[in-house]
């Protein structure tokens, strides 16, 4: 008997923008750094990505972030971060994430 496997939440926009083609970006704004008050004022209504190590992470993190080290998101970002809601990032450097262009 067949059935239908569960898909895994990005499949879905993932199989839409394979159908009808990704939105065009021009440009993205590059990620600024935030006074630790604003960071926590923010992460109220974001998602805290935390791309650093192992061992940094375990040493300390913000309550409630995710794990993903900076060599995985494009492995792993998909299956747990959202498209909807903002996203602020804690690295190892004070360099913002590098992006490929559009």
């Not at 998602?47 to 300390?60: K, P, Q, Y």
């Amino acid at each position: 008997m067949a059935r239908e496997l569960e898909k895994v939440p990005y499949f879905r926009r993932m199989e839409r923008l394979n159908l009808e083609g990704p939105p065009l970006l021009r440009s993205l704004p590059a990620p600024t750094p935030l006074s630790p008050a604003a960071f926590a004022e923010q992460a109220q209504d974001a998602v805290v990505l935390d791309t650093r190590l192992e061992l940094g992470f375990s040493a300390a993190h913000v309550p409630g972030a995710l794990s993903i080290w900076t060599g995985g998101l494009a492995n792993f970002a998909g299956w747990f971060l959202p498209y909807d809601t903002p996203i602020l990032l804690v690295n190892e450097t004070d360099d913002p994430p590098k992006r490929s262009a559009p």
